[in-house]
């Protein structure tokens, strides 16, 4: 009848253990099940994660927190004898002075200080799959003498059952987060990929990083020479101390190794290691992650995690972020040349600026002096002869205040604020018109746009750079303008008869098209350039009717 009922319950408990797949509630119903199963003051049950037991949930007397959560197979020998042989332990007496009673002491006084009172017998059961050992149940009763081989085999019976349960929610939790890891990766990969702000990119990085790696605090640190420079972090006492600071290569601590060996480096106890982490303010450090920043196989920088308890990082959590670390480099990368590109950009802006005082408002001045000295002279001389070079002098100075005004159009057009984008298009196709003696018409068929001035000024700054790739490139005789609205989007329209090239070539040192298409993208629209040698150019803005209404 006992053998029968016990049957019954092992029969019942496995009708329990395919109710879930969450891992947290099986456990409660396996614990929950074991009452029916062998009698017992306390149960626990411990998951095999290397080579140490973890307390993944518990049944007694005692708080929960107040029991080691982690199990050393090197320190508790009782344990270890049950997963290296694969078999069940009973400690009839943990009290007594037999060789795995004497282990169970060791290690339970050197963690709480004195055995429990609810304890007196200890058996342990493992959780064996296919031959492979995850983990073990743990019984404890009151009284020693109390369990035999009869009650293991029972206790065993049912580890058999739950282990293959607890196999597969672990699998499938793994999975759940394999998937949401690579959601995040892929969210990240578009996140990072919508700014070439350099801070911006750090700062999305880092906050998505804790949302799969849980880190107390975390930084981006770059090669500069021979020392490591913080340039983002994040959970630190003052922020704005640690973000500029550089460290040496060679200082005492692993992160020169990262850079050397180019692969991430997972310490489970930094302090037994490094003796800097030992002391403030890095004393309360006891695991650290660091994931190199990899440009093929140049390691230019590295992302560092740290967390105060021992043994944080997973293998799997390694590879997350170095993952991350794969997609920030690139972004990171992305941002630094575009930034290059504006200060180039913004270069090449001045030094045509320069040309442009140079061949038109200097020489003007040239000649209103020269002419001003003329007059002088004549005025002293001839009088009757002064009105010529004065008259001079008035056209120079009328040609000069032209070009200067068309100069400082250029630099900041302020008809866009009060005449609106139509009218500054208008007046920089005049000016090319007037300046360089081209062709150039005008076809503008729709009313002003509704747009936000930045957005007009964007618009305008890319019309602009396309005319005066025009005069500087395409050698062109004739250029044709035009404006259009329909139902989804507004189109800019710039065609000229040139010498044509190939849009899809590189041209180094030449930064108007990229900088084009950042202007453009950054509106949400695209820009298309059908162009070949010898043919012309014709160069389409698309903005969406979301960002622009007619």
């Not at 002419?371 to 002064?386: K, V």
């Not at 250029?410 to 007046?427: H, N």
Request: hydrophobic share 45%; aromatic share 6%; net charge negative.
């Amino acid at each position: 009848m006992e053998q029968t009922a016990a049957l019954t319950t092992l029969l019942q408990v496995s009708q329990k253990l395919v109710s879930t797949l969450e891992l947290e509630p099986l456990l409660d119903v396996i614990l929950e099940a074991l009452q029916g199963v062998i009698e017992h003051s306390a149960a626990a049950i411990f998951l095999l994660e290397g080579d140490q037991l973890l307390l993944s949930n518990y049944r007694g007397p005692m708080a929960r927190a107040d029991l080691p959560p982690v199990w050393p197979l090197a320190e508790a020998r009782h344990a270890a004898h049950v997963i290296e042989q694969n078999h069940p332990i009973i400690i009839a007496n943990v009290r007594g002075d037999d060789e795995l009673a004497c282990a169970y002491q060791r290690f339970v006084n050197a963690r709480l200080g004195s055995i429990p009172s609810y304890v007196g017998t200890w058996m342990a059961v493992p959780l064996c799959v296919k031959d492979r050992v995850i983990g073990m149940l743990s019984f404890d009763h009151n009284q020693p003498h109390t369990y035999d081989a009869a009650d293991a085999n029972w206790a065993l019976a049912f580890a058999n059952q739950t282990a293959i349960a607890i196999e597969n929610a672990r699998l499938y939790r793994d999975e759940r987060i394999r998937r949401r890891q690579a959601d995040t990766l892929l969210h990240v990969a578009s996140v990072v990929s919508s700014t070439l702000d350099v801070d911006e990119v750090l700062d999305r990085v880092l906050d998505q990083l804790q949302q799969v790696v849980h880190y107390d605090s975390a930084s981006v640190q770059m090669v500069q020479g021979e020392q490591l420079q913080v340039i983002a972090g994040r959970g630190f006492a003052d922020v704005e101390q640690v973000i500029g600071r550089n460290f040496p290569m060679q200082a005492p601590f692993p992160n020169r190794h990262v850079i050397e060996r180019n692969e991430p480096i997972n310490l489970a106890n930094v302090q037994a290691i490094y003796p800097v982490f030992r002391v403030p303010p890095y004393d309360h450090i006891r695991s650290w992650l660091g994931a190199p920043l990899r440009i093929q196989d140049r390691t230019v920088g590295m992302i560092t995690l740290d967390r105060r308890d021992p043994r944080a990082f997973s293998e799997e959590e390694v590879r997350l972020v170095t993952a991350f670390a794969d997609l920030a480099v690139m972004a990171l990368e992305n941002a630094r040349l575009y930034s290059r590109a504006e200060q180039a950009a913004v270069l090449e802006e001045r030094q045509r600026l320069a040309r442009e005082l140079h061949d038109s408002v200097s020489q003007a001045l040239y000649g209103i002096a020269l002419g001003a000295r003329t007059a002088r002279t004549l005025l002293d001389r001839d009088p009757s002869r002064a009105a010529e070079p004065l008259d001079y002098v008035l056209s120079l100075a009328e040609a000069g205040l032209a070009e200067m005004r068309a100069l400082i159009f250029e630099l900041r057009p302020e008809s866009l604020e009060k005449e609106g984008l139509v009218v500054a298009i208008s007046k920089a196709a005049a000016s090319l018109r007037a300046r360089h003696g081209l062709v150039v018409e005008m076809d503008f068929c729709c009313e002003e746009p509704m747009l936000p001035i930045d957005q007009k000024e964007a618009i305008y700054r890319v019309a602009q750079e396309a005319m005066n790739n025009i005069i500087k490139h395409a050698g062109a005789s004739r250029v044709e303008l035009s404006l259009a609205c329909d139902n989804n989007s507004l189109h800019l329209e710039i065609r000229d008869d040139g010498v044509g090239f190939d849009p899809n070539a590189d041209y180094p040192g030449h930064l108007g098209l990229h900088s084009m298409r950042e202007r453009v993208t950054k509106l949400g629209g695209t820009l298309t350039i059908h162009s070949q040698p010898g043919a012309g150019a014709i160069l389409t803005i698309c903005i969406p009717m979301y960002q622009a209404v007619c």
